[in-house]
């Protein structure tokens, strides 16, 4: 068995593979996300980097107002599909390095979403959206209520980010 298949089968890749929670398609280009959408949080360093595989991908820091030894560091990934931004994420699991890595069915943000502990960091994908948000300072500061914040901004459609809406049938 392959690395792939191996990853495809530990975390269980055809039940949630092309999943969407949504009832429509949601496709996004060109995502900015701007200072205000993560309250309490103040933007650090963001910048686009092309990994060079056709997405397009947003890093950037995040600073709690209140004490900058907390830091969320967070990648925005965009995919040419949501069948590309599953396969984006089981990569992004295939590098975690916690044996720990669940998958969060309840209250989780996106399509499918992947944890690798309660604070540590997350993982989920959006129609053709990827989303990691982790830690990265001295104090740690818990990653899902952030996650759920992008996620509804990116299902709201607000800010930069540009839905295109339902998709046509």
Known sequence: MDQ?????ERF???????ANRLDHELELHDIAVPE???PGLEAGRVRRIDPGDGTRLLRASWF???????????????CP????????????LANIQSPHVER????????VAFSSGSSAG???ARGNVVVRVANG????????PIAREIDTWLVEGTGSATPLGPAAA
Do not use: C, N, Q, Y
């Open 137 to 144: 300072g001295a104090r740690l500061v818990p990653v899902t």
């Open 12 to 18: 269980r890749f055809d039940e949630w593979k092309d």
């Open 122 to 124: 997350l993982i989920f």
């Open 64 to 78: 709690m107002a209140d004490d900058r030894d907390a830091m969320i560091v967070m990648d925005i990934r965009e």
């Open 36 to 38: 205000g959408v993560l």
């Open 81 to 92: 599909s949501r069948t590309a931004a599953h396969e984006v994420l089981l990569e992004l």
């Open 4 to 8: 792939i298949e191996f990853l495809r």
């Open 104 to 111: 969060l069915t309840e209250d989780a943000p996106g399509d």
